[in-house]
Each structure stands twice: as C-alpha cells, then as structure tokens.
C-alpha cells in the first residue's frame, strides 16, 4: 500500500546538477546587485487574500493559489454551503500563495515605510506560484528574480539598472540585446495619432505581441479594436525604422513631432544612451520604438532583454512606475525595476554550454579504500584538506574499489585518493586523476601541498 | 479605498538587516555541507495531498496547509457540499504546503532512484509551512536547513555529521553542547525494564519532556501511563549519571547489562567519541542517556545541539533512521540526517552579538554629489570601485548634502565621497570617513587604490 512518489502537475524538482545551475545563476545575480548597493530581502509565500485579489487582471485572479480555511473556519463555511450560502466560501478563504514580487514588495514598502531608507534599494530572488496550464517550460512553481529603486525618479536609477543588466550577462557570457524604450514616447505617437487613453491601451498591448502574430497580425487587431487607418500606418513606419540609435530617434521626432511628452521620452532615452556608452555599458543597448511590455503600470523607460543568438524569448525585462504603491495608501512614491527569468537563462546558458565545469565546484577528492581501519587513517588527511576549503569525501562503506571509483566517476569527483594495506604500511597515498588516468604516490604533506590553493607561493615556479 | 498593508498570522517580512544575519548562517552552513559532499537539492512547496497526510501524527495533520481547489472543481466540490456529500470537499483537495523537509526527501529519493547516486548525501535549505498557533518566535513559514546522507548504515556517516555540527558552531563562534545518546541504549533499557514496544513509545517520549517538566513530570507521566515503578526509578539512575564519557558508558552498562542491543548502543556511541576525539572534533560532544528526540523514526544515533551559555532551547538536532522510505514503495533504505534551526540561530548570535558589522558586507562608498553634473562626473569611478568588487552607490537625486549623508548612515556605509564645483574643477574627490568623521582630498588613482584589495601587495607596507 505504497504511495507512488509524484509531484503534482507542474511542480518541479531539483536535482543536484541542475541545483547548482542556478545557484551559480542566482550568485551572479545577487553579487551584482549587491556590487551597486541593492540589499536583499524576503517576503512570506502567504499573503493576505485581498493584498493580492484584483491585482492581476481577471485571468490573473483564477490563476492564483488560495489556502484552504482549516478546522472550525471550514466546518463552518462548508455547512454555510450547505444551507445555501455558497459565498460562505470566498468570506473563508483569508491566505492566497504571492503570485509575483511585485505586488508583495508594494506591500513590504508601505507597511515597512518607517524602517526603510529612502530610495529604497531591494532585490529579492524568491518563488511564485500560478496556476497555469503546465506546458513545456512553464511551471506553477517558478522563482522570479527582482531588483527595483523606489522612491527617485532619478534617471540615473534608470541607467544603473541598464548597467546591471549588462554587467550580468557579460559575466554570464550570454550575448544579449537590452531593446530599450519610453512609455511617454508611445503616449506621444498616441497624441499624434489623436488616440484616447483606452485606445492607447489597446495600441500598446497589440504592439506587445508583434514578435508573436507578426506586423500584419498587430495591424489587423488594431482595425479590430477600430483604431483609425493611421494608427496602422505609423506602425509600419516603426518597425521600418533604422539605422544608428541617432537616426532611430530623429526618424521618430519626425513622428512624434509636435507632442511634448513623445519629446521628453526621446530626450530620456538619448540621455540614457549617451551616458551608457560614456560608462562603456552600452554595448548590449538597442533602441526598439516596437517595444511595448505587456504590464500597464509602466510610465517611463521600458526595456526587455533577450538573447542575440539563441531563439529563447525574453531573459528578463522592467520598466520605471509613477505609482507603484497608492492600492496600499502611499501614492506618488516613484521608482524602476527589473526582473531576471532564472528559468530561460538556465536554458540559454546550457545551450551555449557556457556553465562552469561540475569538477571545478562539487566534491575534488575522494578517499577511497578497503577497510574500516584504512578509512579511519584518511579521516585526519580528508579533514586537513577540507581545512584547506577543498571539497572532500570519504567513501563510508568498505566495498569493492570498482564500486567507489563509479561513486567518483557518477560524482565527476576529479581525483581519487586510494589507501590499502601497503599505503596504510608505509604512509603514502596514491593519488589518481580520474580523468586522465593516471597514478602517482604522494606522502601527505605532499598530498596537502597538491590541494593547497596558497601553496604555488610558497613552494611554486615562484 | 486603499487595502490595509498586512500579512497574514504568523507570516514575516525580513528586511535588509534580517537578511543579512540569515544569508550569513546559511552561507556558513552550505559552505560545510559542501566540504564534506553534500549537494543541494530543492523540492517544491506543493506536494500532493496523499504524499503529506498521514505522516505527522493526528495534530500534524491538522496543521497542514491545503491547497484550494479552483474553478471547475471548486464549483462542483461545493455543489455537491450542498447536496448533502461534505467528504466531496476533501476529495477535491488535491495539493497541499510541505510540512518539512524529510518527508518530500524521502518521496524525493524514491521518485528520482534512478538518477541519484548511492550514499546519497543532499542538503536542502528552504521554508516549511505549518498553521500551528502563531506565538512568540513561533512563526506558520520558517526555514529548515537539513542535510542527509541515504543508503549506507556506516558509523563514517554518523561521525561527518558530528563534525559537520562542531565546525558549523565554531565558525560561527557559537559556544554549543552536542548532546548525543542512541536509540538502541534506550531500547535495552527497555529491554532490562521488560518493557513492550508501546511502553518503550511511552518512556521515550516522556524523557523527551525532561527538560520541560522535570525529573518528577517525567515520573509522574511513567506512573499515568501505567509503566512499572523500576522505570521510574531507572529513570533517576540516568540523570544522575555523572563523570567522564568513558564513566557514563561503564554507568549505563551496569543498567543495559544484559541486553544486545543494549550494547550494541555504547559501543557505536564509544566508537564516535573516540573517532571524533582522534579527529579533534570532539570539543562539543556530550554523552546524555536522558536525550530522547521526539521523532519515533530514529533507530540509532540520536544527537541534539544547544547553546551552552544561553537559555534558547535546541539549535538543531538530527539521528540515524533504518527506513525513510518504504512509505513509498522502497523498504531498507538506511541513513542519518541533522538539522539546524535558522531561527534560533539567528536569535543566539545577535544576543551574542557574533554577526560580523554590517559596514563589512553592504554598500562601502557612497559619492554625495550637488547635481547632475558632478554626479555625472563621479559614474565612471563608482563603475571603477565596483570592477573591483566594492559595493558602490550614486546618490540618485540632487538633494542636500545633509540628506545624503544621513542616507549613508542609515545604510551603515562606511565612506562617504563628497563631489562639489571645487572637486570638478580639480579632478580631485573628498573621502569622508563616516565612523571617525575625519576627511581627506585624493585623487582619482588614490581613491582607486585604497579600496583595491590587491593595492596592499603593490603598494602597502610589504
């Protein structure tokens, strides 16, 4: 009567090679934020119900992940049910499980305002929970990675986020475009094409699935939602734009012309590209007048990054807000962020093999031997290299070499310490590179000497 | 009509500071957990219903969290509640939180048998949930950082994890007794008192209450439940144990005389404190006969750790265990496991004030500036500090010199790089040390060079 060990639909686990995947993604991440002043922090899973209700649009509240009331709070309520109240349930259910980082750090600002210190600097790498269709690369689990500035409208703020992003993926070696654009520059193409505020919405969230339906599919939704015969045209006008970012944003002064907030956007962003190159983080930084973003709180600098040579979709995107926290009764407080997709970087990154070797950062040595009194003579030696900072295991069980050696090779642990009879007889030790085969004996002292990473001073080619 | 910003009952929000002090613990215990091999694992929050429930004892139950059902199957769950089938509810209960880290370890190893290799040793740091009654440093979400190795009954095993436990604590400066006993011990006591099992359930789980209710609790407890008077007087005899290790073995043999198992249990627990004095890891190890564990899966080792020099209850315990995994269709699956309770560490050391100065490890150098120019001016060095690995701010705003420097100071920011019209003019920047107050002028390459950690070498006093 054993239960089958599954996981619920689109739950993930683990493993150990991939868990290093990310960590090694997710240090790179934090280093850096952290390299420009960002600090870390945690919000719970739980959230309140109503902190995140209506918050995510219609199809967004299905999607979210209720607590089920519990003990007397659900007797209760089901009898409610049962009596013919079945809006007993919803008045029961207090806990929902965060959806994004978002919502809850809007939260986390307005109730820690007094703790904080303004412009407040957070990233925070921590899971969501949506309750989506699984399909191939999407999960109900999923960690999402978020640095935002908040309480500046600084465009320095917005130009250090553009520098982290580029900082990150050159250290990844990821090649990557960061496509850059301005809210208030497709609020400017709006005034000139005479749109409304909704009219704009639907501009803008149709210009959002170009990549997807293609410049004749964005066209004809724009017809469909009855947007004039120019909106249309001055979409095509957009995507034929080229040339150097220069002549990108005189090509479309000549669009946005006469709007003063279409102007002020272009002078962001020309401010933005000048400055970046002037820092030498300019190299991954494309102008992109099609770029919309899906998220309609943005008002200023949007951008999106995704990779130049793989066909992978965005790794990440964020925009700077005017208002992030007035649902919770603080407005006007201002700020940018940006979010790193773990999921598609571990993606790009094994595609383009460009993860550090497992043998430079599991297990480097392991004792092998064969028997309980030679595995009592290694322990000193394994705890003096583990002095040392090197990883290091001793196989617990006096089993056949073949076995112990697999353990390695199943490990990628590099190198093998062997100790018989004749090693414990004469106090040597035979060290083995699994890779390359071969054997050599060693005294300890040499052994430490092999492993110690400040030894090449002391007794190196120096 | 903005929404009150508020967490749920026993649900926290770590702030910058707070995480520092956790980021710190668990990159100290990582780091270990490594040295000796163990890799990281992580398992989803969301574990089906039937892989929880069922595991925990009836209270245990009762405190996980489920998940709701949604949409189609909500609305047909409560339109059968209101048929009359309330079980329809439960039925429709699919998901739920993981309680703790052991039991989606166990569903773990079964489900992934074929890609792991034996002895597996995995850690995992991650946050359980539990709807117990929130109360003072109990909260309903808190991390637990286990490590366990599966699939060898080998004492190496028990020893590494007693090592592991003592250069946890000492890295961290923590003065701590590991108190250690076995299972096995206990069972010739109860061997020698003609115990059943069930009575043996009885004594260990009362002795596990010595330190809350006292010698004359616990006896009283053995007498409610019916246990003979020998048991309690056994009892007395055990918390009067005294002297050296070596005493209390040759003590208790005088109590388990006779029986097997009994002696099997001292000679294992003589052969760690003997292995673990050779290894000189040793210095916390305490021999204590009345250490029970509450959990009734241990069947060898049993060991708990505590702060020696405050009142804060277990930091961490952990024991050996023949069968993890039969639950899930794969019987005599062996092995031992510890844990460390983040929370409580967290209390010990900032009471003990062992967390290393925040001016170490956040932002080191703020440049205050007095506009946009001179903020401009001062990017390219901020962009230079960071290459070098110092964590760099740019004040975002043009704001009061006063207000900038307050800033640093709330963000423990140990220097403070003042840019006015004066240093523009001169290519020459005022370095202000926050702490001693005292300022100084540099220029570019000197401000460079103090804060390169390589700059000693080639310019110090070597």
Redesign the interface.
């Known amino acids: 009567m054993?239960?089958?060990?599954?996981?619920?639909k689109g739950?993930?686990?683990?493993?150990?090679a991939e868990?290093?995947e990310r960590?090694y993604i997710t240090e790179v991440i934090s280093r850096i934020f952290?390299?420009?002043?960002y600090?870390?922090?945690?919000?719970?899973?739980?959230?309140?119900n109503?902190?995140l209700t209506g918050k995510y649009g219609e199809e967004g509240d299905?999607l979210i992940?209720?607590?089920?009331p519990?003990?007397q709070k659900?007797s209760s309520a089901?009898q409610k049910?049962?009596e013919?109240q079945?809006e007993a349930?919803q008045q029961a259910?207090?806990?929902a499980?965060r959806y994004d980082l978002t919502v809850p750090f809007a939260?986390?600002v307005?109730?820690?305002q007094q703790?904080?210190?303004f412009?407040f600097?957070?990233y925070q790498i921590q899971?969501v929970?949506r309750?989506d269709r699984p399909q191939k690369g999407r999960y109900?689990?999923f960690t999402q990675c978020d640095a935002d500035?908040v309480g500046?409208d600084?465009l320095?703020?917005d130009?250090?986020l553009i520098?982290i992003y580029q900082e990150v993926f050159d250290e990844l070696g990821l090649p990557v475009a960061i496509r850059l654009n301005h809210r208030k520059v497709l609020a400017g193409l709006g005034e000139t094409l005479g749109l409304n505020e909704e009219e704009l919405g639907h501009f803008t969230m149709a210009l959002d699935k170009l990549d997807k339906i293609g410049l004749a599919g964005v066209q004809k939704e724009l017809q469909e939602r009855g947007l004039p015969e120019t909106a249309a045209r001055t979409l095509e006008e957009l995507t034929a734009l080229d040339g150097s970012s220069a002549e990108k944003i005189q090509g479309l002064l000549r669009l946005v012309g006469s709007s003063a907030i279409g102007q002020q956007g272009l002078q962001e962003l020309n401010f933005l590209l000048e400055?970046a190159r002037?820092?030498?983080?300019h190299q991954s930084l494309q102008l992109d007048f099609t770029l919309a973003r899906g998220l309609d709180y943005y008002t200023g600098t949007i951008m999106e990054v995704v990779p130049t040579e793989q066909a992978l979709g965005s790794l990440g995107g964020g925009g700077r807000y005017d208002d992030l926290t007035?649902?919770?009764?603080k407005p006007g407080l201002s700020g940018i962020g940006i979010s790193f997709g773990l999921d598609r970087i571990q993606l790009a990154l094994r595609e383009a093999r460009l993860f550090p070797a497992i043998e430079a950062i599991?297990?480097r040595v392991?004792f092998a031997h064969f028997g309980q009194r030679e595995?009592?003579y290694c322990?000193?030696l394994a705890?003096a290299l583990?002095q040392l900072?090197?990883?290091?295991?001793?196989y617990?069980?006096a089993v056949k070499l073949k076995k112990q050696l697999q353990?390695a090779q199943?490990?990628y642990i590099p190198y093998v310490v062997l100790i018989g009879e004749e090693e414990l007889k004469e106090g040597r030790f035979t060290l083995k590179n699994m890779e390359q085969g071969q054997q050599e004996e060693l005294s300890k002292i040499e052994l430490l000497e092999r492993f110690n990473p400040n030894a090449q001073t002391n007794h190196g080619k120096h």
Do not use: C
């Not at 054993?2 to 619920?8: F, H, R, S, V």
């Not at 739950?11 to 150990?16: E, G, I, S, V």
């Not at 600090?39 to 309140?48: G, K, S, V």
């Open positions: 054993a239960i089958k060990p599954a996981l619920p739950a993930r686990d683990f493993l150990p868990m290093r960590t952290e390299r420009y002043g600090q870390r922090i945690e919000t719970p899973a739980l959230e309140r109503q902190t299905r992940f209720k607590i089920a519990r003990g659900l089901l049910v049962a013919g079945p349930w259910t207090e806990e499980l939260r986390f307005v109730q820690h703790e904080l210190t412009p600097k957070r899971p929970w309750a109900r689990e500035a500046s600084s320095l703020l130009l250090e520098a400055e002037a820092l030498d983080r007035s649902l919770f009764g599991g297990t392991l595995a009592l322990l000193n705890q583990r900072g090197v990883p290091t295991e001793v617990p069980e353990y199943k490990k």
